[in-house]
């Protein structure tokens, strides 16, 4: 501001001077032009003398009220600049735990931080109103939010949920919706651990009363915590279905009362609904509504779908759900989910056969492979150990064998094998699921034929040249129960060279 009012001032004192030199050089004319009229010299002198005078005055009056109204209008911008700011209380230089979880389980509500008046900044005004729109920061990144409640935590959970509970419901407010308040908090990180050992039975925290079939699996999935469950298939089945049923008697367009809390997608993160739940109230104490995509991309979509159905069904007038473009079979193959819930459920048997390439016309039996000569320092194109190593899945064609001309384009190597094929060679030699490498998907694994066959690739960032399109690699694990986790490491990078 200093330097521009100085450079006002030097351009009025600059027109000034040119001014005075004009009337000098008109004064010094006219007495030129009249050298013997005494007379007319002083009379011009004093008319532009005068004239100059109330020149100069009147320009820097006029400068004045410039420099006044440019300072005028850079203040205004300055506090509207201001108001546009969102000033974010910065976070702590360390993380800690020391601070108690910002929902208190035992309260029934969510707990009040005194601390939040002094972390708040609030924003006056917004761009095209000047009222106020009170919207407060609050940062909470020292607060950790974890997924796992501690036992006591659970019990009372678990005790509030038995009581009847009624939650303010604002069904018409002519009040316009606005945002008041961003809190920001931390996490552990930690994702859906994989131990599978419940810490309490049902039995030691249904009390007295026999629970439905539904409240029963939500105090065991609760009880269990952020772990893989493992579901017996009619228990998820019947779970279904009764959900099925609740969600049939709704209408299209669901109409949801205030106060809520609205959630956008999971995407399988089973430990993170958890964490919300923690956070802000699960749904008996919490009005909560879900906007869809509940599965795919994440590894545990199964447990995520188990979850909100019992809690439809215990709570149907307390949490609402509609479903996302993942809701969808197709889109489910694409992805991941539809390989989740056929590695977790498609068979109860326990013949499987592994190669590393695929099938072949000349494997008519298990006993083809058992009769194969070894060593092998080449593989003939066209026999049985060559197939073995050398064939892939034919995505494009509708049935039988071909020759794998994507492998070598002249006389082909090994075959490309189509589903229908699949499904033959494993009736045929009793086969359940065929596991292959060979191929490297995006996920590090992919299923074929309706899940009869599985793609397993395990060098993670074997090929892409992005994040977005870099192979994960996988490597799955059978238990006891012949059950199958699959277990996913991914590279941020390419590197393969």
Not at 116 to 142: G, L, R
Not at 176 to 188: A, E, H, M, R, W
Not at 225 to 252: C, H, I, M, W
Not at 295 to 324: M, N, Q, T, W
Request: glycine share 6%; aromatic share 8%.
């Amino acid at each position: 501001m200093q330097n521009e009012t100085t450079s006002s001032e030097v351009m009025h004192h600059n027109t000034t001077q040119s001014l005075l030199n004009y009337t000098n050089n008109i004064m010094t004319t006219s007495t030129n032009k009249e050298d013997g009229d005494d007379k007319t010299t002083p009379l011009l002198a004093t008319i532009f003398g005068v004239f100059g005078g109330i020149l100069v005055i009147g320009l820097f009056a006029l400068g004045g009220f410039f420099l006044y109204r440019r300072y005028r209008r850079r203040r205004a911008a300055a506090e509207m600049e201001g108001d546009h700011e969102l000033q974010i209380a910065l976070p702590p230089s360390s993380t800690t735990t020391a601070k108690p979880l910002a929902y208190d389980i035992s309260d029934d509500s969510p707990a009040k931080d005194p601390a939040d008046v002094e972390k708040s900044v609030s924003i006056p005004k917004t761009m095209n109103n000047n009222k106020s729109m009170n919207v407060v920061h609050i940062d909470h990144t020292d607060v950790m939010v974890p997924a796992e409640l501690k036992r006591e935590e659970t019990r009372s959970l678990l005790k509030s949920m038995k009581k009847t509970q009624k939650i303010q419901a604002v069904h018409d407010s002519e009040v316009p919706t606005s945002i008041s308040k961003v809190l920001t908090y931390c996490t552990d990180d930690d994702i859906t651990l994989g131990d599978r050992s419940a810490r309490e039975t049902c039995d030691d925290l249904s009390g007295s009363g026999k629970p439905t079939e539904a409240e029963a699996l939500l105090m065991r999935l609760i009880s269990h915590g952020p772990r893989q469950y493992n579901f017996q298939f009619d228990e998820l089945r019947k779970l279904l279905e009764t959900a099925s049923r609740v969600f049939e008697s709704e209408p299209s367009l669901l109409e949801c009362p205030v106060p809520c809390t609205v959630y956008g997608d999971i995407h399988g993160q089973y430990s993170d609904l958890h964490r919300w739940f923690n956070l802000n109230g699960w749904p008996h104490q919490t009005r909560s509504v879900f906007l869809g995509d509940f599965v795919d991309r994440g590894s545990h979509g199964v447990e995520v779908v188990a979850l909100l159905s019992c809690l439809k069904i215990v709570y149907p007038d307390k949490i609402f759900i509609v479903r996302g473009n993942h809701e969808e079979e197709s889109l489910n193959r694409a992805y991941s989910f539809y390989e989740e819930v056929i590695c977790r459920f498609s068979t109860d048997s326990t013949k499987l056969l592994g190669m590393h390439g695929g099938l072949s016309p000349k494997m008519e039996n298990l006993q083809a492979i058992r009769d194969i000569k070894r060593p092998i320092d080449d593989f003939e194109v066209g026999s049985l150990e060559c197939d073995l190593v050398w064939s892939d899945p034919d995505t494009g064609a509708i049935t039988g064998f071909r020759p794998n001309l994507d492998r070598e384009p002249n006389n082909g190597i090994g075959q490309l094998f189509a589903a229908d094929t699949v499904k033959e060679t494993c009736d045929r030699l009793n086969v359940d699921l065929i596991i292959r490498g060979h191929q490297a998907p995006l996920h590090g694994y992919a299923l074929f034929a309706d899940g009869r066959m599985m793609t397993l690739f395990s060098a993670p960032g074997y090929k892409g040249t992005s994040s977005a399109d870099t192979n994960m690699g996988a490597c799955i694990e059978f238990d006891k129960e012949m059950k199958i986790t699959i277990k996913q490491i991914k590279s941020s990078t390419k590197r393969y060279a």
